[in-house]
């Protein structure tokens, strides 16, 4: 199996560079910490595609099946998800690393929270993870 690595390049926008620090192998971990910290967290099944891996001539091909992300068969769930987190751990003054489902639901958070109303456009995936994120 071939590594792979991320590589940052110099992308430009109207006002500058766009910094790409925001996908490394650390913040990737403390996103993964914070899902984890669901009960209903498990790891993402793989499903082999063998015909498809055959008919292309390589050895295999894997995909994620995200239709069992907590309950929801939305797999956005993860990024609406963890936007609130963020939102809400910006408002208390959690940092990132503090971040865990069971941080966010205690008594002193939420009362010094109160309520917040979260929108999307849709009700598709990333609908569905969003309302299910702010339910929570």
Known sequence: MQDFHLVHLP???KYGAVSTDCFGLEQ???VRHFHQSFPEY???????????AEELGVSNIFVKDESYRFGLNAFKVL???YAIAREIGIRMGISEEELTLARLLQPDVQARLGQLRFV??????????????AKR
């Open 28 to 30: 990737a971990q403390t």
């Open 79 to 81: 990024g609406g998800s």
């Open 11 to 13: 992308h430009k926008q």
């Open 120 to 133: 999307t456009a849709t009700d598709g995936n990333h609908g569905r993870g969003v309302a299910w994120t």
């Open 42 to 52: 498990s790891v993402t099944p793989l499903v082999e595609l063998k015909s498809l």
